[in-house]
T-cell receptor, first 113, second 110 residues
Framework: ELRVEQNPLFLSMQEGKNYTIYCNYS?????LYWYRQDPGKSLESLFV?????AVKQEGRLMASLDTKARLSTLHITAAVHDLSATYFC?????????????FGKGTHLIIQP | NAGVTQTPKFQVLKTGQSMTLQCAQD?????MSWYRQDPGMGLRLIHY???????DQGEVPNGYNVSRSTTEDFPLRLLSAAPSQTSVYFC?????????FGSGTRLTVV
């Protein structure tokens, strides 16, 4: 069974602090995606990681992929309130061999002043 | 260039009613798909299509039908709505390794 597990599922942190969200997956897929979702909105693509050792950065967010460990991380540096949202990781491949994404349950991030 | 357009944005149905959720794209992407999102869950794949005339089942296809007669449109049909189908539905296209999601349809079945 294909599984994507994120932790933590809920995170409250203060502005200025650093933190990491972890995404473990059970497939051998080499493609991993990170999305942001604001309440009542659609998914906004943050990063697409296509190979082992891939690292991408955009502003205060940095994502990495270790395909051997089947682990991706999303690191937040010096958090600001505007980063409050729910973050999802997803991997290529769905149950039963279907062609699509399998998502983690999401990390609900609240950044407080 | 509208990207992926979903209609309606909100819908309330009574149990047993039928309806079609519309998804249209203007990016000429061959791949289109439907997901549902339930509270506290990530998105789950319902059906997908790799081109006109080709559809296949995802993880949670029961209770839903799809067809793909054109590249642009990929409608999702609920033949007899059930309360368990209350959810937010997202349509997504894909080109190369990038997915583009629509704005979603929030469906409530009472």
């Amino acid at each position: 069974e294909l599984r994507v597990e994120q932790n933590p599922l809920f995170l409250s942190m203060q502005e200025g602090k650093n933190y990491t969200i972890y995404c473990n997956y059970s497939t051998t897929s080499d493609r991993l995606y990170w999305y942001r979702q604001d309440p009542g909105k659609s998914l906004e693509s943050l990063f697409v990681l296509l190979s082992n050792g891939a690292v991408k950065q955009e502003g205060r967010l940095m994502a990495s992929l270790d395909t051997k460990a089947r682990l991706s991380t999303l690191h937040i540096t010096a958090a600001v309130h505007d980063l409050s949202a729910t973050y999802f990781c997803a991997v290529d491949g769905a149950g039963g061999g279907a062609d699509g994404l399998t998502f983690g349950k999401g990390t609900h991030l609240i950044i407080q002043p | 260039n509208a990207g992926v357009t979903q209609t309606p944005k909100f819908q309330v149905l009574k149990t047993g009613q039928s309806m079609t959720l519309q998804c249209a794209q203007d990016m000429n992407h061959e791949y289109m798909s439907w997901y549902r999102q339930d509270p506290g869950m990530g998105l789950r794949l319902i059906h997908y299509s790799v081109g006109a005339g080709i559809t296949d089942q995802g993880e949670v296809p029961n209770g839903y039908n799809v067809s793909r007669s054109t590249t642009e449109d990929f409608p999702l049909r609920l033949l007899s709505a059930a309360p368990s189908q209350t959810s937010v539905y997202f349509c997504a296209t894909r080109r190369d390794y990038g997915y583009t999601f629509g704005s979603g349809t929030r469906l409530t079945v009472v």
